[in-house]
């Protein structure tokens, strides 16, 4: 085969796996094997057990703990207290909040299920066992089970252990135009008023959480592998608690069973195996269970809202206030950027232009876990869309608009970007209409809309509900994100061989999104090596560059740009390289996928993998040997995808039981790596949302007690309950920032979705005058809905005989 | 093989009842020496060292350590070890030949039915079993078949597709 | 998460296992054990020994015998019976319940006679036997005996049995007119102990029901015996308003408790809803064992 001069040598950039390629994935190899490496796979020489004895009360002080019986079952290594955990000044640890949170409790126990002490021993049977010799006394104390109790004047002090705390407000934060926004509800022809419930949930992945920690006295080096997110924030929050020196400290996350936000936070009982693994010179592992993990970890949401919408009577949204009260639990151990107690909340209402608005938010202690920040959520982003889009559809049920048509009426406009929202973001790209007219028609809204009259006449109750947003992605830019001070950018480290080959290592630390795969696919973009020739590694803090995570989000924009960007400094170098080869300057050097060539003549070339050899072998003079380089990627700003979530749902009347008919999702996430891992990612968050929608939830009794801390009553809908999905990816609004046009995408589904199903069923009962139905839509609620045409509310404490 | 345990002195030893049993294990014949209380997901793990079966709940709800047991999909938590003396264990490692991926799990790979891989080596042992019996099935018959193991990563959607891939495949095989 | 220790035996023969039940203060039998082990594992129930019954020859049964009584053994699993033709064919109630017994790979191991010992009021299986007037088959060393269901269960996870006594058979009486019936259930999802659940068993001879009989899960201490809601639709055709009847009365014989799957309210009104389906559906076209996963 001959080519002409002027005919393009370029690669297929499909073919060698670069983006838009559906590749399949490198990790799925070992997995369908059952070679995974999870935390509880990983064996150690002499590795000991540990159990943890969690409190069976809510609130209540600890008179005294007899572990003797404990100590005397053969097999028994250790018995921590939080009395021996004081002595070494570890009874107590910073939470990423800048609060501080119990390892183990000393003086009271804060919350159902709080760890009380551990035990070490041969077997994780026999420290089991020794759990339950464990005495414990306590005195119990009236209990706190949601904010207004909380904030009761006669309220008990739950943190009665921080020195200047009379109370249990947490903070009280507010940003927007408080003047602006009461003028514009002055000039309004209707104002909309809402309030609900986002109940607490739990990201609840499969895999618990667990550590196996090895302290080696003769090298003084901690290796810990344990199931984290973030990997290089704990090596920083281990140095300071358990005063290890940084560079000591390994950490490495091995195969993680989904995160979703669970595994970003420091754990007590990561620092006890830790502590244990010192005392005892022997690994230690402890490996939660679902009941630990359900009680006691980082859940989500849990917020409460108070919305209203000032509007004009031709459906012009003049402003918002929103105010919010946080539940977090006993401890503020929020993961998220330090500037926003309330995370990234303001960002509600971006996709709609509006003037002016005023959000303040409020954050209560209470008898429970400490967490909020978590499930997917993009910090609390889940919270202010499906606020946004609840709020949206009660006002236009006020104003007797078409819910399409308000929502379209107050779109951001192409044309007007950027755009800075009246709570202080800067939105930079998006297509919203488009975006709303696929799923309108996917979803055959005119149609639909007559379907559900005729049906009303036959007693039957269809619904339809919209849910539109676009969200901040990519946490974040250097001026305004950071956590415990570390600034949140993300990096990676390209070292291609000779040849031609290469690895990459990370900041992020997959959990199921498919780094391994989808990051090679960018060398291949940016490079022209085929992806099967890049090995991708996360991580290992020992080897992998320094990186804040991935969770929010955040690694397709932030990390992905720091492999886009590593990938043009090596091309950068492998131009030079190719100039030397081809004996030309670097001016007369153009790229094609895969080489370089002589601009004058282009069948004059040499491949990428000829550079890479040059470089190790044939360099010109002066040049460092070498192609290997780093880059650390600071974001200009968050990226935005935009989404439009569509539900067909049939309520029974009698039963209060509701079926999902169609589900429809439209997501612009601007470039897509891999097509199929990205819609992985938004039907694993529309089953979130399904999920939170319908029935999962944590809550509490009267006594403090967690309804919700196993599977029989934390309920994740199975293969039978899941709707189908149907995707969308017709529209596509490339990131004006991002290197390669890509933003983050894993939890819009789980932040836009939960409002369609929620607004399906407020649709399907629309002539009650019903407004709000907490989630979960449970059966019960639903039918006592449409009954006795009432709200019905969900927060706790759960009624009961 | 030697084993070196510690010695726990005369009275836990009287404390420990042990059972002696034998069992095959993705053809492989084992023989064992356990406490009654012990349960099959931890023999696996553990005694035998396939760490492909993982444990997920402390319910019997999540499905994560399925396993067959003489070719009947059943959760390996909710099973003494000593109740497999006699009978036949097929984990994830015993899917693939030493040179070939059984459909299913090529299925799973072609059909982008997994992502973290927790809950996948239940799955694709919820759908052996439905396979063997039922070789044409339905979208509802997968779905239902594999109501036991819950996932909270893909949505279902694509495991569906996986094990239909699969069906197909060995379908064209037989 | 993990038992405490107990002994365990494994006999081989039913001599053997009644003999060992005089092994200690507290012995359970084991058969599928999906709900003995998990209670096991959370420290709820710490037997000092086990009695394994699953080498036992010859229980693992399900048949109709010549007198026409249904007759299944200990060992039969509800994946058994969820794939029986002979359900299908003749059992109405129980092949609509079979399939809605906890999850898939549950019902591989659970027995249906394991289940009635284990006498959850949340229990499937109780409701669709005590509304077929079944028995337990009890063997103990003195000989074997009949417990109707409705004497069989005291309460709570309590049931008649002797501490010797090994429950091996279930016994559903021969029908004298035609099935039909059925076994409504709501579950939040599949897996989920019922919020309410309604067994509806019904024979006619003719237009007329001979025979009837409704049981209701979860919804009260144990399983209820809707016996007033049963005697308002036998001895007359089945019609609108003896349905209705009979779907009030059930609804009264509840005695729910509002809790977090919902109100008292709520769950008598599902019962009336179910009774009322479960009919609706007619002598000739009774539910099924349609995998229905919550109500019709």
């Known amino acids: 085969m001959t080519t002409t001069a002027n005919e393009s040598r370029a ?33 150690l020489p002499g590795m000991l057990h540990m159990e943890i004895l969690r409190s069976p009360l809510p609130h209540a002080r600890i008179k005294s703990i007899d572990a003797s019986r404990a100590w005397a079952l053969p097999g028994v290594r250790l018995v921590l207290t939080g009395e021996m955990m004081a002595t070494r000044n570890l009874a107590w640890m910073p939470t990423l909040s800048y609060d501080t949170q119990a390892v183990l409790a000393t003086d009271k126990v804060r919350f159902q299920g709080q760890e009380v002490a551990c035990v070490i021993a041969d077997d994780p049977y026999i420290a089991k066992d020794a759990c339950e010799l464990i005495d414990v006394d306590y005195e119990p104390l009236p209990v706190i089970v949601n904010p207004w109790q909380g904030l009761d004047p ?15 407000v947490i903070y009280n934060w507010e940003v927007g135009d408080k003047a602006g926004t009461d003028r514009a509800f002055e000039r309004a022809d209707v104002i909309s008023k809402l309030e609900l419930h986002y109940p607490r949930s739990h990201p609840s992945p499969i895999e618990c959480c667990g550590s196996v920690a090895d302290f080696n006295r003769a090298t003084s080096k901690l290796t810990v592998y344990m199931t984290s997110q973030a990997p290089h924030i ?52 402890w490996i939660e269970d679902k009941t630990g993990n359900l009680i006691s970890t980082g859940f989500a949401r849990d917020v409460y809202l108070k919305g209203e919408m000032a509007l004009r009577r031709d459906g012009k949204i003049l402003g918002f206030r929103m105010h919010t009260d946080a539940d977090h639990g006993a401890f503020f151990a929020d993961a998220q950027p330090s ?67 308000f929502r379209r009426m107050n779109f951001v406009a192409d044309d007007d970007f950027p755009h800075r929202t009246p709570l202080g973001f800067l939105t930079d790209s998006g297509q919203y209409a488009k975006c709303l007219d696929v799923g309108l028609k996917a979803i055959d809204y005119e149609n639909f809309r007559q379907e559900q009259a005729e049906a009303r006449k036959r007693g039957r109750l269809l619904g339809l509900g919209i849910s539109t947003m676009t969200e901040p992605l990519g946490a974040g830019n250097s001026r305004e994100y950071d956590i415990l001070g570390i600034k949140m950018f993300d990096s990676a480290e390209l070292k291609v061989h000779m040849s031609g080959k290469a690895i990459l290592r990370t900041g992020a630390k997959s959990q199921g999104q498919g780094h391994e795969t989808t990051w090679a696919q960018i060398i291949a973009h940016e490079l022209g090596i085929p992806a099967d020739d890049v090995v991708v590694e996360e991580g290992d803090t020992d080897t992998a560059p320094f990186g804040m995570g991935t969770y929010a989000s955040r690694s397709t924009p932030v990390a992905g740009a720091a492999v886009a960007m590593v990938a043009r400094k ?65 974001p200009p700003n968050l990226t935005w995808p935009f989404a439009v979530y569509i539900v067909t749902v049939e309520v029974d009347p009698e039963t209060g039981v509701w079926d999902v008919l169609k589900m429809v999702a439209v997501d612009d996430c601007g470039v897509r790596i891999n097509p199929m891992i990205v819609e992985g990612q938004i039907m694993g968050g529309l089953t979130e949302a399904y999920a939170m929608a319908s029935m999962q939830f944590i809550t509490f009794d009267a006594d403090g007690n967690c309804v919700g801390s196993n599977y029989m009553d934390y309920l994740l809908p199975t293969a039978w309950e899941t709707p189908g999905f149907e995707l969308h990816s017709e529209v596509v609004t490339p990131c004006p920032h991002h290197p390669i046009g ?44 449409l009954t006795y045409r009432r709200d019905v509310s969900g927060f706790p404490p759960v009624r009961q005989d | 093989m030697t084993m070196v345990v510690d010695d726990l002195g005369d009275e836990a030893a009287d404390e420990f009842p042990v059972r002696r049993i034998k069992f095959s294990i993705n053809g492989r014949k084992k023989a064992a020496e356990i406490e009654p209380r012990l349960l099959l997901a931890d023999l696996i793990r553990r005694g035998v060292g396939l760490t492909g079966t993982h444990r997920g709940c402390d319910t019997t709800n999540c499905g994560a350590c399925t396993v067959l047991v003489d070719g009947r999909a059943i959760k390996s938590c909710t099973m003494l070890a000593v109740q497999v003396d006699g009978r036949e264990v097929t984990t994830v490692e015993g899917l693939a030949t030493a040179s ?40 509802e018959d997968v779905r239902w078949a594999i109501s036991g193991n819950l996932c909270r990563c893909t949505g279902y959607q694509n495991i569906v597709k996986s094990v239909l891939w699969a069906a197909e495949k060995l379908r064209a095989e037989a | 998460m993990f038992p405490s220790r107990f002994r365990y035996e494994a006999p081989h023969s039913l001599d053997e296992a009644i003999g060992l ?11 599928g054990g999906q709900s003995l082990v998990p209670m096991m594992k959370l420290r709820f129930a710490s037997p000092e020994m086990i009695v394994d019954i699953n080498n036992l020859p010859g229980l693992a049964y399900h048949r109709t015998d010549p007198d026409g009584s249904l007759r299944i053994g200990a060992l039969c699993r509800h994946a058994d019976l969820e794939r029986s033709d002979l359900l299908k064919g003749t059992q109405p109630t129980m092949a609509a319940a079979a399939p809605l017994v906890a999850d898939p790979l549950v019902r591989n191991r659970g027995t249906l006679v394991g289940s009635l010992c284990h006498a959850d009021p949340q229990g499937d299986w109780a409701s669709v036997m005590l509304a077929l007037g079944g028995s337990v088959i009890a063997q103990g060393p003195g000989g074997r005996r009949a417990i109707p269901l409705a004497e069989f269960v005291t309460g709570p996870f309590q049931n008649v049995l002797e501490h010797d006594e090994i429950a091996v058979e279930a016994v559903v009486p021969a029908a004298r007119g035609v099935r039909s019936g059925g076994y409504l259930k709501l579950e939040r999802r599949v897996g989920d102990f019922a919020t309410v659940g309604v067994a509806v068993a019904i024979e006619t001879s003719g237009s007329t029901v001979v025979r009837a009989g409704i049981a209701l899960t979860g919804v009260g201490g144990s399983t209820i015996g809707a016996t007033e809601a049963a005697e308002a639709l036998t001895g007359k055709p089945l019609t609108a308003e003896s349905v209705g009847q009979a779907a009030e009365l059930a609804a009264a014989a509840a005695r729910p408790r509002t809790d977090h799957r919902g109100t008292a309210e709520y769950k008598r009104q599902l019962v009336r809803v179910f009774v009322k389906r479960i009919l609706a559906a007619g002598p000739a076209t009774a539910a099924t064992g349609e995998p229905a996963e919550r109500a019709a």
């Open chain 1, 742 to 785: 890509a933003k983050g995408i894993g939890e819009c589904a789980a932040v836009g979705g939960p409002a369609a199903f929620v607004n399906a069923v407020m649709d399907a009962l629309g002539e009650t005058g019903v407004r709000n139905i907490d989630m979960p839509l449970l059966p019960d609620r639903v039918w006592e809905a």
């Open chain 1, 154 to 168: 006669d309220a008990p002090v739950i943190r009665d252990d921080k020195v200047n705390q009379a109370d249990n």
């Open chain 3, 21 to 31: 039940l005089h092994g200690g203060d507290y012995v359970k039998v084991l058969a």
């Open chain 1, 339 to 405: 500037k926003f107690k309330i995370g990234l909340m303001h960002s509600a209402f971006a996709a709609y232009d509006v003037p002016v608005a005023h959000l303040t938010a409020r954050g209560v202690y209470t008898n429970k876990a400490p967490g909020g920040v978590a499930y997917r959520c993009s910090f609390r982003v889940t919270e202010a869309m499906f606020f946004q889009e609840r709020m949206v559809q009660a006002a236009a049920d006020d104003l007797g608009i078409d819910q399409a048509a």
């Open chain 1, 11 to 43: 690669l297929d950039e499909i073919k060698i796996g670069g983006l838009g390629s559906s590749r399949k994935r490198v990790e799925d190899d070992r997995f369908i094997r059952g070679k995974g490496n999870y935390t509880d796979d990983v064996v």
């Open chain 1, 234 to 285: 704990i090596r920083a929050a281990v140095a300071m608690v358990a005063e290890i020196p940084e560079q000591m400290i390994r950490i490495i996350s091995p195969d993680i069973g989904g995160g979703f936000g669970n595994k970003v936070p420091i754990y007590p009982g990561y620092v006890c195996s830790i502590l244990a693994s010192i005392l005892l010179e022997r690994p230690v592992k």
């Open chain 1, 570 to 634: 090596i091309r950068a170098k492998a131009r030079k390289l190719a100039a030397h080869l081809l004996e030309v300057s670097e001016e007369d050097i153009e790229w094609e996928l895969g080489r370089f060539y002589v601009r004058s003549s282009p069948q004059t070339g040499v491949s990428i993998q000829e550079c890479a050899m040059a470089a190790y072998s044939n360099m010109p003079d002066g040049m460092e040997p070498g192609l290997e380089n780093t880059a650390y990627y600071d």
């Open chain 2, 100 to 139: 070939e991926l059984h459909p299913i799990q090529e299925g799973f790979k072609q059909e982008h039915g997994l992502q973290c891989g927790f809950c996948t080596p239940g799955m694709m042992l919820a759908a052996k079993e439905l396979l063997d019996r039922n070789p044409d099935p339905t979208e």
